[in-house]
Antibody, heavy 120, light 108 residues
Framework: EVQLVESGGGLVQPGGSLRLSCVASGFTLSAYWMSWVRQAPGKGLEWVASIKQDRSEKYYVDSVKGRFTISRDNAKNSLYLQMNSLTVEDTAVYYC?????????????WGQGTLVTVSS | SYELTQPPSVSVSPGQTARITCSGDALPKQYAYWYQQKPGQAPVLVIYRDNERPSGIPERFSGSRSGTIVTLSITGVQAEDEADYYCQSADNSATGVVFGGGTKLTVL
């Protein structure tokens, strides 16, 4: 059974940093692109970043470029999102998502999400 | 920046057909995906690559594309289909991904 379990969310002050983790099981992580998607309270879905299987390609939404870094460790079945210079606009539930095998963004499996709250 | 446009809301009676549209300039070049999201839950993929249905998704869900518009159709809507629906696609350069703003489907 495919499972994605996020962790690392919490309350952080504006300007602070946080590192999210996603542990994957039930499939071979190295065979898939992986993505982070977020959803602010009461708002819609927003794609945040995606990373290729071998880490050779990484893409980000404009609003996080230069602040967030997506990474992965296939040997540890893990995906990460390093978030720096956080602002209140980054407050959201962050989902780890696995795109279908032939795509880099259409996700057929999602984690349960981890809540990041940026507030003073 | 690239945008996908969806109607904020659609309402239908049980048994009728619901159609939710999503428009975007890059849709003729990039595949569209559709998600269903119920309150407090993670999204569920209901259509991939414009018109393919994942295993486990009821046959009443279908997708189509005509030019710059993709459409999610739900035939014979049931009360359990009441949810938010989002389309997703990539931009023309295939270096960015965007979701539509979401459509709240209400089953009257």
């Amino acid at each position: 059974e495919v499972q994605l379990v996020e962790s690392g969310g919490g309350l952080v002050q504006p300007g602070g940093s946080l590192r999210l983790s996603c542990v994957a099981s039930g499939f071979t992580l190295s065979a898939y692109w992986m993505s982070w998607v977020r959803q602010a309270p009461g708002k819609g879905l927003e794609w945040v970043a995606s990373i290729k299987q071998d880490r050779s390609e990484k893409y980000y939404v404009d609003s996080v470029k230069g602040r967030f870094t997506i990474s992965r460790d296939n040997a540890k079945n893990s995906l990460y999102l390093q978030m720096n210079s956080l602002t209140v606009e980054d407050t959201a539930v962050y989902y780890c998502a696995r795109p279908i095998i032939s795509s880099w963004y259409g996700a057929d499996y999602w984690g349960q999400g981890t809540l990041v709250t940026v507030s003073s | 920046s690239y945008e996908l446009t969806q109607p904020p809301s659609v309402s239908v009676s049980p048994g009728q057909t619901a159609r939710i549209t999503c428009s975007g300039d890059a849709l003729p070049k990039q595949y569209a995906y559709w998600y269903q999201q119920k309150p407090g839950q993670a999204p569920v993929l209901v259509i991939y690559r414009d018109n393919e249905r994942p295993s486990g998704i009821p046959e009443r869900f279908s997708g189509s594309r005509s030019g710059t518009i993709v459409t999610l159709s739900i035939t014979g809507v049931q009360a359990e289909d009441e949810a938010d629906y989002y389309c997703q696609s990539a931009d023309n350069s295939a270096t960015g991904v965007v979701f539509g703003g979401g459509t709240k489907l209400t089953v009257l």
